[in-house]
């Protein structure tokens, strides 16, 4: 699998290339969150879509929700 390393001060993510399942697909690790997604090239295909603004708000919209999850855990 090609691997490529991603690193800055806020987040450290690995991109690799699956050729293993029925098609390829490129899949995005966190090494901080420790999570993996497999993306499609339909699924990139529409990413491409999103313009900044759009993509923040859903980034914004995922930080909250997942914050709020982990305020109710801690009660």
């Known amino acids: ?11 450290h993510v690995t991109i690799k290339i ?3 399942a029925n098609g390829v697909r490129l899949v995005i690790e966190s ?3 420790e999570s993996k997604i497999y993306l499609d ?8 879509l999103l313009d ?5 708000n859903i980034i914004k ?10 305020l109710m855990v801690s009660e």
């Open 52 to 56: 900044q603004k759009e993509l923040r």
């Open 31 to 33: 090494k901080r969150f």
């Open 1 to 11: 699998m090609d691997e490529i390393d991603l690193v800055n001060e806020f987040a």
């Open 61 to 70: 919209d995922i930080i909250e929700k997942k914050y709020q999850n982990l």
């Open 18 to 20: 699956d050729r293993e």
């Open 41 to 48: 090239p339909l699924m990139l295909d529409f990413l491409t």
